[in-house]
Each structure stands twice: as structure tokens, then as C-alpha cells.
């Protein structure tokens, strides 16, 4: 039996030798390692979890962003979400994010004058994107232009000199609306629109997408509020796939383009970015509020998913959603009502109603209504993880920043369980095939 303070412990007996051991609990967790105390022989590994996808292994230790999905609650370094996206904006959120505070106002303009002049990319990236086929995926675009800066700035494998962190962070999160617009122009056969340094951080990103002669393009006011709402929304969600992909990468002390890229690589996957076209998908699909009870009850059978619906986390609500149904109604007030909109707003009135939603406790996530604003800003839906990449990178920066100070992070190394045959002996093909 191990001597530690009975309270805050977990005893577990080892049925197979009839062996106790105490394992400390600390924070609502036990170290895995201490399980490896446990073991049959002095020679056995000692015993291990099984985990796939890491449902229940906390990772890291992290002070960025707070989620309690029973109550709804989403917090990024304690500020609540709901106010930050009534009342601050995308650059400020991204120096709470990466700094771990807000910003004075002499830091905040020292920030946004930082960000706003790194928005312009070396003219080879330009030649770079050129050589993508005229249909080639924005963001297979974006993960490879991103992953490419790491060439155009060697220095930044320098990962333990915080001043040289901070530069690529600027540099990133300055460089990946110009090279989603860019990826989005080359699709259109467009020619690419060199940054704005005149505009703010979203419009400017807005003039990249879609300036054509005009000597200045600036978009109404209120579609680039929306935009910066929905960038503020996706900037971080603390442990998730693509998050997970930056840490695991970053643990091999790379530079973080490259960790980064990894992380746009995890949120193309339609398991994690794609949901909000799926969205689009099935709603065009049910075409009418007429075939809505048909719908539902195909849902009902288990022949259908109520796509933008129930989620990993959120149980009672996803407080993302709340927040994009009220910007959906000021885009909406510019663009014109998307016809969608009427289908989505019943839709979501009768699952609520619906004992099988309501039993399973399933409500609209993120996903439910920002495919409907990127499709009135005439995004293509390819378009669409792109957006969320540009609103995600402050936050994967901030947890990249966070585990190369952190002093228990190792480079990531999970176990496995090994399945295959063992001490075979090889006899060579020209044996083998004689
Ligand atoms: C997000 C999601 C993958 C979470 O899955 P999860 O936490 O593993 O939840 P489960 O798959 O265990 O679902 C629990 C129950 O609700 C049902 N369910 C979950 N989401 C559903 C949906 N969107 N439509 C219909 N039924 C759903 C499941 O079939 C299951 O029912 P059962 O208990 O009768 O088997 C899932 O809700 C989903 O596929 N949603 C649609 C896709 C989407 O919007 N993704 C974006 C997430 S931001």
C-alpha cells in the first residue's frame, strides 16, 4: 500500500494479485502514470488507460477558456461570451486570448497597429498560390500557405524566446485573412486584393474578398459586425480536435505554422469544421416548412440527423447559438431574409417541443445558423472552415503559447494496446515465392 493522504486519494485493489494502492486525486483527476505502480511482475509496463479520442483524459492544465456544458456556460479567460461578443471585438479578444487579461488602451493600439501592418505576405506566397489547380479546396489552400510561412520566417523555430513567440503570433493572426481571401479569389479566377491597412482587422479581410475596381471596397457596417461576432465566437473552445492537433505538434517544439497548419488540417475534417454545410444541406433538402413534419419524423425512426443539433458538450444549450440567431436577424436586415431562414426557425420550434429532442437533450449548436449568414455573404460552402480557421487561430496560438511554457508538457506519445501477431520469422520472397 502507497502512504498517501487518505482524503484526497483513490484506493483501487488489483483483484488479480488482491494488491492496494492509494493514487492521489488532485484537481478531480489521478495521474495516469501512478497507475503504472500497478502490475502483475517487476518486468510488467504496469497498468495503462484506454482512451480513444480522449473522453475522459484532461490533457493539460490551462487558464485560456472555461466550458461547463450542462449549465451553457462558455468563458474565454473568465469573461463570459455573451459579452464579449456584445461588447468587444475580434482583435481584443485575440489579446485576452494570448495574453491571459485585457488590454489598456495604449496596449490595444500598440496591438491593432502590430497586427494591422503584418497583414501584407512575402510576394512568393502570392506566386505560391498561384500554382494551386483552378479548383483546388480553400482550405487545403490555407493549411498549405500557412504551413509555407514557416520557410519564409526560419527564425521561428526559436519557440523558448517569448519575444520571438510573439512575433509569429502577430504575424499569424495578421497573415491568415489575407491568405483565406486569397485562397478564395483563386477559386473565383479572381486577382488577389492586397491587404487594406486603412480598414480594420474584418472589413479589411471583407475588401480582400470581394474588392473588384472600386478604388476603396468598404462592406456595410453591419455585415462586418456580424462577421467579427462570429470570429469571436469560434476563437477558441478550449481541448477540441484541431486545438488538440496544435498541442500534440507544437509538443515537438516545431514552429507554430507548422503546428498551426496541423490544426487547419484537423478542422477541415467534416466531423469538426463541416458541420454548419451540412446544416445548409439538409435544409435545402426539406425544401418547404410543409415537409418539416416528415422530416422530423424520419429523424424520429433513426433514418435522419437533425444536422446542427445536440453536441459533445452543451446539453442544455449552446450559448454560440443564441448569440449567431440574433446576428443572423442584422445580416438579414442587409442582405435580405434568406428563405432558409423560415425553414430553420420552424424546424428548430418543433424539436424543441419534441419529446425526442427534449428527452435527449438536444438543442441548435454553433453550427445551426452560421452556414445560413456565410451563404447571405455569398460564400461558396467550401468557404465556410476557412472563416472558422481565421476565427480559431488566436485561440490555437494562445494554448500553443501556453504548453511550450508549460513545465509538465512532454512531447505527446500516447500508448496503444498492441493487436498484431508477435515473433514471426521472416524467410526472405525469394524463398517465399520459390
Ligand atoms: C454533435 C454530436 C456528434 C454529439 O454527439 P454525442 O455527444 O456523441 O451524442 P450521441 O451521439 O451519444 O447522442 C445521444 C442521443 O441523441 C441522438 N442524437 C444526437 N444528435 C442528434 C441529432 N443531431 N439528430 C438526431 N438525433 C441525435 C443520438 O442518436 C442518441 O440517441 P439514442 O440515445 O437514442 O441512441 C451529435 O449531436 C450530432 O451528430 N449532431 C449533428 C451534427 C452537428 O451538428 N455537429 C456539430 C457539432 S458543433
Redesign the pocket.
Known sequence: MTDVAAKDSLTVRDNRTGEEYDIAITDNTIAAKDLGQIRLTDDDPGLATYDPGFVNTASCRSAVTFIDGDKGILEYRGYPIEQLAEKSNFLEVAYLLIHGSLPTKEQYDTWVHEITYHTFVHENVKGFMHGFRYDAHPMGMLMASVGALSTFYPDARNISDADNRHMQIVRMIAKMPTLGAWSFRHAQGKPFVYPDNDLGYTANFLSMLFKMSEQKFEADERLVKALDVLFILHADHEQNCSTNAVRSVGSSQVDPYSAVAAGVGALYGP?HGG??E??LRMLKRIGSKDNIPAFIEG??D?N???????????KNF?PRATIIKKACDDVFEVTGVNPLLEIAKELEKIALEDE??VK???YP????YSGLIYEAFQFPPEMFTVLFAIGRTPGWLAQWSELVQDKDQKIARPKQIYTGDRELTFTAASERWA
Not at 304 to 314: A, D, N, Q, S
Open positions: 466531423l458541420a454548419n451540412a446544416v429523424v424520429k433513426g435522419e440527423r437533425l444536422m446542427g443539433f445536440g453536441h459533445r458538450v452543451y449552446d425526442y429532442f435527449r437533450k438536444l449548436n454553433v453550427d445551426f
